[in-house]
Each structure stands twice: as structure tokens, then as C-alpha cells.
């Protein structure tokens, strides 16, 4: 991985901060918020707004619901060689009022979470070529993530 | 219909068969078919999207006016209505609806190329989110939010595959034990592999035609399309639906909850039907998953909100019950080919009014209801009585 260049695997959908957030769309007139981007039209009905702003989403939120693919997926995903299980998660983001969909952070199981975790938006690699490394978006459960953390530290100590 | 199975056939084949086994059924001749309605298979080429011609051509041209529909699994249902509407306008008497499919195996894949536009391909290749990985979310909301259990998903499984023994164009006719379906391997937690519809070759037609037509050929009493439900979601659709990134955001809109899209599909039916869930003597539901089945239970108005898995346990939702889900099997004994599937509801429905479904007979069944949902925003619901 060094050498090479970190890029979105998806431009224009999040910023690559360090802490990333999700670029949704608040419409000028009604300031209904969605994501991906709207380009064109207001998608309340009772609005015919055409101007749209770009707004980040909220980046922490809560597990609305989650599983996991246990089967590689067919391309287009590109897969690790092995394949390596991922868990997905829907996240509910309060302010919104909305569900986000996203890869649950790697190494942790659709075992390690529940509904009503909170979550942190980061980035992770999805692929990569020759030259770049193709950044995602992924929901980072805090309590498992952190535990996560503590136990990798404590392998390492133990190490 | 011609029988699901993975026989790797051209899909016109089935769609043929199933038209002439229709027709056959009518005692109709191809000849006075005076609208032919196609639903369409995007897995097949140029042929697929235009399926109404298609068949046509295969059954041989004769000038009948044709239409295409496309709505994913609702295909065949807006198939059904656009022949209905024609023959409710006065603008043909009688007309042949099919849909049929030849589909790969393992997990459906988005069409190829690279289609930076297409949430259907990015959802694919950002996310790697199958199809049962969205079934699974449903499935592990209704464990949180319900109490269901992986033992409730099996016995739905179970269910279905006892009524499929008894169908013979079913794919899948074998009984299964709940200990053989939860050691099946898991596919999307809590899925498991015996508790997805799988992915199958198959064809269905239905000859529709107005009153007038049926009694002067003979049909006395013929099964009625009373409603036929292809509404659309409203604002804001707030549960997460294949192949969304996000639902809408509910945060500019003031007012209550507004009923789900899977709870309006039926509901728009049962009022244009003039009935309620409560005159349904049978129902044949899209069992993607077999927890699915439970949120469709509630969605159709057969049992409140979080009493499903009551319903399923007391036994009213097989053959012999109060009311009976999926006598057909169900995609659980079917697999799912695409087209074709929202008419198989609709065939299954009427040789259970007619009193014709043999060992899988709902008794004295006068009401049918069939209910899905095609990706992007298509329902589908058909009520038929007689």
C-alpha cells in the first residue's frame, strides 16, 4: 500500500477527512436532505425545488438493523483472495431522520453488534490497482470497535 | 404455466408453453387473441425487453396489439393490468398476459458494464449487498422489534415446503424439517441458505377477457380480477429498500408515520376491490426470505402489527388453517423467476377458486389476494373472487 495514492471509490459521495463524513443534498426550498447527491429535482413531492446545497451528514448514528454476506458478492464488488465475510449495517442518523446503508468496519462480526449500537462513520479500503488505494465508507461500531482495539492491544502486549 | 426448474432453456420457451396451456385452459384460440401483454426478463437480451412481441412472434404474428412491462418482480402484475385496463376501456375483449425467465445461478447480478449512475450496480460494488442481505435487515428487525426466532423462519420454510409436495409445477417438492433448515449454512445473518428463494427458469400466462366474452365462451362463473394494486411508495419511504444507499429523509416533513410501501400494495387493492383482509380466504405472498412471509402476514391486514409469528404458530397460515399463505409453496418451493412470478400468483389463486388445486386445496376458498414488490418502487397486489 505505500506508494500509492487514497482515493474515493466513489467521488463526490464523502469527504476524505480524517473524520470522514457522508455529502448529502439539502434542497433550497424545503430543506429535505438526501443522499446520494440530488442533482435535479426535490424529491417531496409537495416541492418543486431545483437548487440543492451540499451538506455532510451526520457521522455518528445508531444500527437501525444489520447482517452480514457470508457468500462472496458478484462483481462488480471486488473481493479479497481469499474472500473475507463482511457484516453490513443500516444506520439511522437522528438529525436526518434517515437510514444509511454501509460495511460494518472490518474485523467486526455481525456477531459483536446489535440494534441500537452507536456508530462512527470511517473510511476503510474497498480495492485496489496499481496505483491507488479505493476508499469506502464504513460504520465503526464504538463500543465493539474500541473493544476490538483493547483486544488487539492486549494480543500485542501479550505478544 | 410451464414448470420452475433450471432446465437452462431460451426463455420463449416457457413463455410459449405457458400460453398455450392457457389458452388451452380458456378454450381460446391464439387467433382471437386481440392483446398480448409481455412481462419483461432483463437477463435475456434484446428479446426480454420486449417479451409481449416476443412471444407473439413465437406463437405467430397476427396483427394483436402488444405491450411490454418491466417492474422487476411486479412485472407480471402491471402486465395483468395493462391488459385489464385495456379490457375495462372496451378496447378488446379478450387478451393473453406472459412472463417467463431463463435466470443464472447464485446471486442475481446487476446487467454488466460500469454504471457509475446506477444504485442497482453501485450497490453491488460499493457495498457488496446482495439481494438476501437486504431480506436479512427485515429479518433481524422483526427479532428486535417482534421477538421472532430463528425457530419461527424455519417453521415458515417448513410450511411451504409441505404445501409445494402437492404442486406439480413447483421446483422444489420435498418436505424439509425445521433441523434441516436451521443446519442449512447461513447466508446473510440470520438467514440461512434453505430460507432464500432461489433462482429458477419458468413461465405463466392467464388468458383475461371481459364478462361478456367468458359467458358467451362457455365460462358460467368465471374467477374475477377484482383489483389489481400497482401503487407506487409515498414520501418519505422511510425503510431501507433494495437497491437504496438510504431511505428518504422523514426530517422536513411534519405528521405521524405515514403506512409503509408494503402496507399500502395491499390496502390500495383491497379498496378498490371494495373488500377487506378480512374477506381473504387465501393468499399467496413474495416469500424472498421465509421471514418475509411474516412482515408480508401483517403488511396484507391478515394479523395486526407483531402478531405474525402468532398467526404462523397456531397453524392458520397453512393448508387447513384459518388462512392459508403460499399454498402454492411459495418462491420457497418455486425459486424466482422474475417475470413470471407475480402471474403464477395470479394462476395459483385461481385454480384455488376453481376448486382445481387438488391435494393443496384451500376449502371453499372464494377471495384470493396475491401480494409483491418489484425493486425501485413497484407493487403489486392482485385480488380475484369469484
Known sequence: MPGKTQVAAQPGWYTLDPEPALLGSRCGRCGTVAFPKEQAFCRNPACDGTDFAEVELSRRGRIWSYTDARYQPPTPYVAADPYVPFALAAVELAAEKMVVMGQVASGIDAGDIHIGDEVELVLEPLYEDEEHVYLIWKWRPLVAGILKDVSEQLVRAVD | ?386
Open chain 2, 1 to 386: 404455466m410451464h414448470p420452475w426448474g433450471k432446465w437452462g432453456r431460451n426463455f420463449v420457451e416457457y413463455g410459449v408453453a405457458a400460453a398455450q396451456a392457457a389458452l388451452a385452459d380458456a378454450g381460446v384460440e391464439w387467433a382471437d387473441i386481440q392483446f398480448v401483454s409481455g412481462a419483461d426478463t432483463i437477463r435475456n437480451g434484446y428479446p426480454g425487453f420486449v417479451a409481449g412481441a416476443t412471444f407473439a412472434q413465437a406463437l405467430g404474428w397476427t396483427g394483436a396489439r402488444v405491450a411490454s412491462s418491466y417492474a422487476a418482480c411486479a412485472s407480471g402484475a402491471t402486465a395483468v393490468a395493462a391488459a385489464r385496463a385495456q379490457i375495462l376501456a372496451g378496447l378488446c375483449d379478450v387478451a393473453l398476459v406472459v412472463g417467463a425467465d431463463t435466470t443464472p445461478k447464485g446471486f442475481f447480478a446487476p446487467v454488466g458494464g460500469e454504471r457509475r449512475d446506477d444504485p442497482d450496480w453501485l450497490r453491488f460494488h460499493l457495498l457488496g449487498a446482495t439481494n438476501p442481505t437486504y431480506f436479512a435487515l427485515y429479518a433481524r428487525r422483526r427479532m428486535e422489534l417482534f421477538g421472532a426466532t430463528e425457530d419461527d423462519f424455519a417453521a415458515v420454510k417448513v410450511k411451504n415446503a409441505r404445501h409445494g409436495v402437492h404442486n406439480p409445477n413447483a421446483r422444489y417438492r420435498a418436505e424439509v424439517t425445521a433441523e434441516e433448515v436451521l443446519a442449512s449454512p447461513m447466508v446473510a445473518d440470520p438467514l440461512r441458505l434453505l430460507e432464500i428463494c432461489a433462482t429458477s427458469d419458468g413461465g405463466a400466462a392467464l388468458v383475461l377477457s371481459s364478462m361478456d366474452f367468458a359467458r358467451r365462451h362457455g365460462q358460467a362463473d368465471p374467477v374475477r380480477v377484482a383489483a389489481v394494486s400497482t401503487v407506487t411508495p409515498r414520501f418519505p419511504q422511510a425503510v431501507i429498500e433494495m437497491p437504496n444507499f438510504a431511505t428518504d429523509s422523514a426530517a422536513s416533513v411534519t405528521g405521524g408515520p405515514a403506512p409503509t410501501f408494503r402496507q399500502s400494495i395491499a390496502t390500495a387493492a383491497y379498496e378498490e376491490a371494495g373488500i377487506g383482509p378480512e374477506d381473504v380466504d387465501v393468499a399467496e405472498v413474495y416469500d424472498l426470505s421465509s421471514a418475509l412471509e411474516l412482515d408480508w402476514y401483517e403488511d396484507i391486514g391478515l394479523c395486526k402489527e407483531g402478531e405474525a409469528e402468532k398467526l404462523l404458530r397456531d397453524g392458520d397460515t397453512a393448508i387447513g388453517g384459518r388462512i392459508p399463505v403460499n399454498p402454492s409453496g411459495g418462491l420457497s418451493c418455486f425459486g424466482e423467476a422474475i417475470p413470471a412470478q407475480a402471474i403464477a400468483q395470479v394462476c395459483e389463486l385461481t385454480w384455488q377458486l376453481r376448486g382445481q388445486a387438488g391435494e393443496r386445496q384451500v376449502e371453499g376458498a372464494r377471495v384470493g389476494v396475491s401480494a409483491n414488490q418489484g425493486l425501485f418502487g413497484h407493487g403489486s397486489s392482485v385480488v380475484v373472487t369469484r
